[in-house]
Nanobody, 127 residues
Framework: QVQLVESGGGLVQAGDSLRLSCAAS????????MGWFRQAPGKEREFVAT????????YYTDSVKGRFTISRDNAKNTVYLQMNNLAPEDTAVYYC????????????????????WGQGTQVTASS
């Protein structure tokens, strides 16, 4: 079992930055691709970013490219999402997720591919 706990959310002004962290326990994350998803009120959960086991493959949804950066530190069993130039449309609950990856560059863009989820952290960017 992998337990995931997100932190770092909050209320900021549009244009500000936040850094989300996702700390894992139970197992080493080195065998898992990691992802960040978000869910705004009244909307479905959507993919934000994913990173492969060693960080060699990274993908972002188009709306966050150039503003968000996903990274990981396997020694600390932690994944990060640096969010710059936040906009009101980024307001959502942000979730990190883990998916066992057989190949080192394997990544997953679909929520159904992830077997472990954190409880979420609220990010609110006000205009």
């Amino acid at each position: 079992q992998v337990q995931l706990v997100e932190s770092g959310g909050g209320l900021v002004q549009a244009g500000d930055s936040l850094r989300l962290s996702c700390a894992a326990s139970g197992r080493s994350l080195s065998s898992y691709a990691m992802g960040w998803f978000r869910q705004a009120p009244g909307k479905e959960r959507e993919f934000v970013a994913t990173i492969s086991r060693g960080g060699g493959a990274i993908y972002y949804t188009d709306s966050v490219k150039g503003r968000f950066t996903i990274s990981r530190d396997n020694a600390k069993n932690t994944v990060y999402l640096q969010m710059n130039n936040l906009a009101p449309e980024d307001t959502a609950v942000y979730y990190c997720a883990a998916a066992f990856a057989n190949r080192i560059l394997q990544v997953f863009l679909t929520a159904g591919d992830y077997g472990y989820w954190g409880q979420g952290t609220q990010v609110t960017a006000s205009s």
